[in-house]
């Protein structure tokens, strides 16, 4: 494998599935950690904060800092501050949208009569929060989803991601959404800016090709997809973009 500077993993069905951390991957990352290597998290997971995250790699056995985190969350509620500076605000989401969305100064993110709504992965998500949203994208509120995930893996099998509740809203408002996760580029773009990195120097990490290997190809660099998540080596291999790298799990890498 080449030698790469900067080394940008996925969280879920990458480095973890639900509550159990995937061993090859959690091992490769101390490896890079023993060879003061970088490495960062790029996850379209907005439901926790960069802190619960932190949290949640270290109940796997990863101490990691706290900047290594980036969320769609963040880079979501930046999108929504640069583009729609006094916009009313209507979220669903969890903690980690909520506190993303008043760290950029938004503090009234309930409005019911918004000018965005704004989509997290929300677990206590009903049909009165789908519905509200709808009639609010049907009066003319933007429609801006944290990322269009249409599942990810638990313990047991595949659960609804957000991509999912943000597709029933547009199709019943009959809008196109608008996504700031994976497979955009701009979590990438941010860790290179904020980094100093070239391009060939980063690798992105993942178990979703229409996601984490996406978003690196059209960042522009290397990526390397894993068969521990979502999309498997044979949906892999009938994509017209090939990834860098399309290994089993990480063990490949580690000696
Ligand atoms: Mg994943």
């Known amino acids: ?45 907005s439901s926790k904060t ?17 900047e290594r985190i980036y969320s769609s969350s963040l880079a979501t509620a ?12 209507h979220t669903i989401g969890s903690d980690g949208l909520r506190f993303a ?11 019911e009569n918004p000018d965005v ?12 929060k789908l519905s509200k949203a709808c009639l609010a994208v049907q009066r003319g509120a933007k429609l801006i989803g944290t990322n269009e995930d249409v599942k990810f893996p638990d313990e047991k099998g595949f659960v609804p991601g957000n991509g999912s509740f943000v597709r029933l809203v547009a199709n019943v408002a009959a809008v196109d959404p608008i996504f700031i996760g994976k497979p955009s580029p701009v979590m990438l773009e941010v ?46 291999q009938q994509k017209e973009e090939q990834p860098t790298y399309c290994i089993e799990n990480l063990d490949f890498f580690n000696i």
């Open 1 to 45: 494998m080449n030698n790469y500077k900067a080394y940008c993993f996925d969280l879920d069905g990458t480095v973890y599935r639900g509550k159990e951390g995937i061993e090859t991957a959690v091992k490769f990352i101390q490896n890079l950690q023993k060879n003061n290597l970088e490495y960062y998290f790029v996850t379209n997971n």
């Open 50 to 66: 960069p802190a619960q995250l932190q949290e949640a790699l270290r109940n796997i056995g990863l101490i990691v800092e706290e």
């Open 78 to 89: 930046k999108y929504v501050a640069n583009h729609y500076p006094k916009a009313k605000i």
């Open 101 to 111: 969305l008043k760290s950029v100064g938004f503090n009234h993110i309930e409005d």
């Open 117 to 128: 709504v704004v989509m997290g992965i929300d677990r206590m998500i009903d049909y009165q």
């Open 191 to 236: 860790i290179q800016k904020e980094h100093g990195l070239d391009r060939k120097e980063m690798v992105m990490i993942g178990d979703n090709y229409d996601t984490d290997i996406l978003c690196g190809i059209r960042f522009g660099c290397d990526t390397i997809h894993v068969n521990t998540g979502v999309t498997n080596t044979e949906m892999v």
